[in-house]
Nanobody, 129 residues
Framework: QVQLVESGGGLVQAGGSLKLSCAASPRTFRLGNMGWFVQAPGKEREFVAAISWNGGSTAYADSVKGRFTISRDNAKNTIGLQMNTLKPEDTAVYYC??????????????????????WGQGTQVTVSS
């Protein structure tokens, strides 16, 4: 079983930046696709970004393209999400997700929360206007 722990959330003004990190343990556990999803109050969990097992492919929701960058360090078993030019509508709980299987990396696959079987507890990001 793999555990995911997010960090880096907080309060930031609109236009500011934050970087989220997610550490998977045990560090030797090899994971497939990993990603970030958000869930705002009263809404379903939504896709933000994903990265393939080797970091060679990435995908983003249209709402964050050009502002967010996902990264991966397999030596440390971590992923990151650099968030720039934050907007109030980015306010949500951000969840790290991992797929323990080597599934194909396509947008329909990685944008569905059903294709990730491990989840972190979430970290709150609040963007004030």
């Amino acid at each position: 079983q793999v555990q995911l722990v997010e960090s880096g959330g907080g309060l930031v003004q609109a236009g500011g930046s934050l970087k989220l990190s997610c550490a998977a343990s045990p560090r030797t556990f090899r994971l497939g696709n990993m990603g970030w999803f958000v869930q705002a109050p009263g809404k379903e969990r939504e896709f933000v970004a994903a990265i393939s097992w080797n970091g060679g492919s990435t995908a983003y929701a249209d709402s964050v393209k050009g502002r967010f960058t996902i990264s991966r360090d397999n030596a440390k078993n971590t992923i990151g999400l650099q968030m720039n030019t934050l907007k109030p509508e980015d306010t949500a709980v951000y969840y790290c997700a991992a797929d323990r299987r080597l599934r194909s990396f396509t947008l329909p696959v990685v944008s569905s929360s059903a294709n990730f079987d491990s989840w972190g507890q979430g970290t709150q990001v609040t963007v004030s206007s």
